[in-house]
């Protein structure tokens, strides 16, 4: 029997529930019949019996184990023993690729639908459309959407402007904030402010610096922020009035600003959790995740630059969102606010 048969034989008569123990003897056999590592690693996940495969951590690390193990008398060298090993892996695009053509055509085709829905559409459609009256003074608009957003009076959001020269803002409670642009006491409206609430705490951020505004001063989970960076602007202006028109139901919107830039910025309202805890648990997390992933269901799309949701906000539930009313710095334009559902927000949070 030569080595090379060997190998493939040892891979068949790898036992399910047990095998993990045996990886190391298997691919040591590949490597002393000369096969390079990811020939190994391969085979031995495309060829191993039962329906589950093998771990993959687990074959990685049989192959890494068994090399310094493989007899010099198989004949295999490799110069490059001692680099560092990359496995074939599938990049993020080519991950989110595959899980859009998992996807049924009805849902994966929803985003071209809901522009098509109301193509032609304007601001004011969307402005008309809103349940809440959108005032003209860009003040007014700023703290009607700060307090839409902080509609639980227990906890404090982040606000300042996030630009390429960094982060400058400081905590502050939104309904005193909302209170002093009304009545003119602030003088500039802040151009972004954080989308879910936060403790008034410091906390540290995942490097270990010690910050007011990180995910471990968030207080509770209570919005997702829906962008469509690379859609011309018309048919973004046309996907969120369909949304507004037909799926209000199924995406609660409470707020759509335009950033003054290439996008609109839809604020979409989580099922309520409860947040009367110290701290945020993983199942908190978990429910949040799990609302962003039905709206990336919902708005699953082609592989399309102009019809995919941007996912960048999806896992930080620190993120920013801006504020209505602010002139943008780089582009010198409002960011205007669309649409606005004050009274969903506070009728949705529930007390514990």
Known sequence: MDAKQRFF???????????????????????????????????????????????????????ENCLGSASPRSGWRNPARDAIFK??????????????????????????????????????????????????????????HIRALSSDWRWVSWFGSITSRGKRGLVADPHALAYALEK???????????????TGNEGATKDGKPSYDCEATVAALRYCLVEF????????????????????????????VYSGGKSLHGVVLCPPVDISRDEISDEDKSHYLDTWDALIRRFASSSTPSERMDLSPSKNVAVHTRVAGAVREESN???????????LAKEKLELF
């Open 9 to 63: 034989e040892s891979i068949s008569a790898l036992t399910p529930g047990n095998r993990d123990g045996n990886l190391t003897r298997v691919a040591t056999y590949g490597v002393n019949a000369g096969l390079s590592q990811t020939e190994v690693f391969n085979a031995i996940m495309q060829d191993a019996p039962g329906e589950k495969r093998p771990d993959p951590a687990a074959v990685r690390r049989a192959v």
């Open 87 to 144: 496995w074939p892996r599938k990049t993020y695009a080519e991950k989110l690729e595959d899980f859009r053509r998992s996807l049924p055509d009805d849902v994966r085709d929803s985003v071209r639908r809901l522009v098509a829905e109301s193509k032609g559409a304007t601001p004011d459609d969307l402005i008309l459309r809103s349940p809440t009256p959108i005032p003209i003074d860009p003040r007014k608009q700023a703290a009607a």
């Open 229 to 256: 960076d690379e859609m011309p602007l018309n048919d973004q202006l046309a996907l969120w009035t369909s949304v507004t028109r037909s799926l209000r139901e199924e995406v609660p919107v409470v707020s759509i």
């Open 333 to 343: 334009k409002h960011q205007t606010l669309l649409y606005l559902d004050a009274q």
């Open 184 to 198: 003119r006491l602030c003088p500039k409206i802040p151009t972004h402010m954080t989308l879910n609430p936060l």
